[in-house]
């Protein structure tokens, strides 16, 4: 009963690396709509978007243009990219850069600052084949932050606008008196390397190692059970079953052998913890032999 949900995990860890999909080749889409032979099809010219382009080396580009990449969003006046956020939620970004004529630029690696309580989670340090290079924010608490990537004169903006739980009225998990918060968990600093999730924990988490402790959060579901044996407890509530709320750090892989019933309104457990160091599962805690704290 235990494994099951492991490939529920597995696709949510791959979600959370997929940024962008391939892009599908100009001929291959048109042949699914068109009456058109092949040949007649390699004979139309493609637009100008789907141009294939030659990449170009970072050392090759003297001049770069930055370009962004997000999953929901819009522009403001000042050209900033905004993006609305649940605090302690993750937003998938990405920056696309190329030559003035526009040339992908492999290899560039752009400066990236955070300005405000939100952090930075790095999946790849230059841009690929491409010229794109994905990361994540995760947000802090209530607030306007400011991410700015930029390379020499180059620079583009995105502003994470942070709107509290109490704010949009959604339940907010209760403070536990001896818990463990998810402010301190989302502490872990985290990068991608081989596919995997790396994390590095500040002294106060690593020393809860193999020790039981209390967490309040939000139960995701891994199962169609109405008791689960194995679930995900979460900071935010859950909204998307392909997206982790908080990110690698803000949720827990919970294994629970007895089950406890489904409920969307926060909880409180109690469990043995254990801080993964290195996770191919997209979280990098686990809590052991939980139970519900009445």
């Excluded at 607030?143 to 990537?149: N, Q, R």
Aim: aromatic share 8%; hydrophobic share 45%.
């Amino acid at each position: 009963m235990l494994n099951k949900p492991k490939t529920v995990v597995w696709c949510l860890v791959i979600c959370s690396l997929g940024w962008l999909s391939p892009a599908v080749p100009y001929a291959a889409a048109q042949a699914a709509t068109s009456a058109l032979t092949p040949a007649e099809l390699a004979a139309e010219a493609a637009p100008d978007a789907l141009t294939p382009l030659d990449p170009v080396t970072a050392a090759e580009a003297d001049e770069v243009v930055l370009d962004a990449i997000f999953e929901n969003g819009y522009q403001d006046e000042q050209g900033r990219y905004v993006i609305d956020l649940l605090e302690r939620d993750k937003a998938y970004l990405g920056v696309r850069i190329t030559t003035p004529d526009g040339n992908p630029v492999v290899g560039a690696v752009p400066d990236i600052t955070v300005d405000g309580g939100s952090s930075l989670l790095l999946s790849e340090l230059a841009s690929g084949e491409d010229g794109v290079m994905n990361f994540g924010v995760v947000s802090g608490g209530m607030g306007f932050d400011l991410v700015t990537a930029r390379i020499g004169e180059a620079k583009i903006e995105f502003a994470v606008n942070v709107i509290s739980l109490r704010a949009t009225g959604f339940p907010v998990p209760e403070k536990v008196e001896g818990g463990l918060g998810w402010d301190e968990l989302m502490q872990a600093q985290l990068e991608y390397k081989d596919m995997k999730l790396v994390a590095t924990f500040p002294p106060d988490i690593k020393k809860l190692a193999g020790q039981r402790v209390k967490l309040s959060g939000f139960m995701m579901p891994l199962d169609p059970d109405l008791k689960q044996r194995r679930f995900l407890l979460t900071s935010n509530p859950p909204s998307c079953f392909f997206h982790v709320p908080g990110g690698p750090a803000g949720s827990v892989d919970v294994m629970a052998a007895e089950g406890i019933e489904v409920s969307w309104n926060p909880i409180v457990i109690e469990g043995r913890f254990e801080p993964q160091e290195t996770s191919d599962i997209g979280v990098v805690y686990q809590l052991f032999d939980a139970k519900l704290v009445k």
